[in-house]
């Protein structure tokens, strides 16, 4: 089957805190499905974001359940973009948002970020430009 939709945050939210029965259900049915749903970056940090300011997980769990989501079948997600985001955020420490941009640079063959943030410096193949 064919990319069925782009997948948002509430939907994967439902999944992984099963905290409302009948999306939960629904969220569980899609996700396990054979169903092509597209992960973005947006939406990736956007559960990330939620499941540390709403939910209040410790990065460790955060980290653990993008995993999760990662390894479903069902999600295209941006080639290996989003697992390499997720273990530079793990593995250097730096905020998820970052990690993306620094994937994203690496990906592109063009690994500069103009930046500020020294956490930049700590990402093995990126190169921080200060402005």
Do not use: K, W
């Not at 049915?29 to 939910?55: D, K, M, Q």
């Amino acid at each position: 089957m064919g990319v069925i939709a782009h997948v948002d945050t509430n939907v994967l939210l439902r999944y992984i805190v099963r905290d409302g029965p009948a999306q939960t259900a629904a969220a569980t049915a899609l996700l396990e499905s054979s169903a092509t749903l597209v992960l973005t970056p947006v939406t990736f940090a956007e559960v990330a974001h939620t499941l540390r300011s709403f939910y209040g997980l410790s990065r460790e769990d955060i980290i653990e359940r993008l995993g999760m989501l990662l390894a479903l079948p069902s999600l295209s997600n941006s080639g290996d973009l989003l697992g390499a985001a997720l273990d530079i955020h793990s593995t250097h420490r730096v905020a998820l948002p970052d990690a993306l941009l620094a994937a994203q640079a690496i990906h592109s063959g063009a690994p500069r970020v103009c930046s500020f943030d020294r956490g930049f410096d700590r990402i093995p193949g990126v190169e921080r430009v200060a402005p």
